[in-house]
């Protein structure tokens, strides 16, 4: 992986988890989700 792979990796983690922690429990709630899982999620995200 270089380094452009890496840095646009890591930067759509960070987006996924600064969107996601924008969001309010209910918003969760109603996604399926916890904010015990943003962390797990984003790191999905930085893979895709």
Request: glycine letters at 4%; zero cysteines; charged letters at 25%.
């Amino acid at each position: 992986m270089n380094i452009l792979n890496s840095v646009q990796s890591w930067n759509r983690e960070r987006r996924t988890r600064n969107a996601l922690n924008g969001l309010s429990a209910h918003q969760l709630e109603d996604i399926g989700l916890t904010r015990n899982a943003i962390n797990d999620i984003a790191r999905k995200a930085r893979s895709l």
